[in-house]
């Protein structure tokens, strides 16, 4: 009975402790600072679930001290990710996961890979859209047994 008891205690304390946090602002509420910022997104703010919203607030909180290099990637990588459509969003989730996923030297090679496939001869460089699909392994090359003469 006691354990019940010390359940539903604990249950309604984490309750409580939810409910205290508050909830992400809606669009009208964010600062003109903010706003200025988030505009790429404005139009799905609102429909973004609390995570999200946090994570972006950070970066909004961050983008004053950044260098005007870090602010132009910054507002490029929204404005591009105002345009995704649903599927290219999935995709591009999916490959930061897998890229996220693979070990650090690993990644490094694809990064590398993903340079080296966007940059063209004698041009600046360009950048595939970030919702293409990750560059495939390329195929190892099976060893060749010496040759008798």
């Given at each position: 009975?006691?354990r ?19 909830a ?12 200025q ?66 070990p ?6 694809v ?6 496939s ?7 460089k360009t ?13 190892a090359?099976p ?7």
């Amino acid at each position: 009975m006691l354990r019940v008891i010390v359940l539903a205690a604990g249950l309604l304390l984490a309750g409580l402790l939810h409910a205290a946090e508050p909830a992400m602002p809606a669009w009208a509420q964010l600062t003109p600072q903010q706003q200025q910022v988030l505009a790429p997104i404005e139009k799905e703010w609102n429909s973004y679930p609390d995570i999200k919203r946090r994570r972006l607030l950070q970066v909004a909180k961050r983008y004053p001290t950044m260098t005007p290099v870090e602010q132009q990637r910054i507002q490029s990588r929204l404005r591009e990710w105002a345009t995704l459509t649903p599927e290219q969003r999935k995709l591009a989730r999916k490959n930061y996961k897998q890229l996220h996923d693979l070990p650090h030297d690993k990644r490094q090679q694809v990064k590398q890979r993903i340079k080296q496939s966007t940059v063209r001869p004698g041009a600046s460089k360009t950048v595939t859209p970030r919702h293409a699909p990750l560059p495939a392994e390329p195929p190892a090359v099976p060893a060749q047994p010496p040759q008798d003469k």
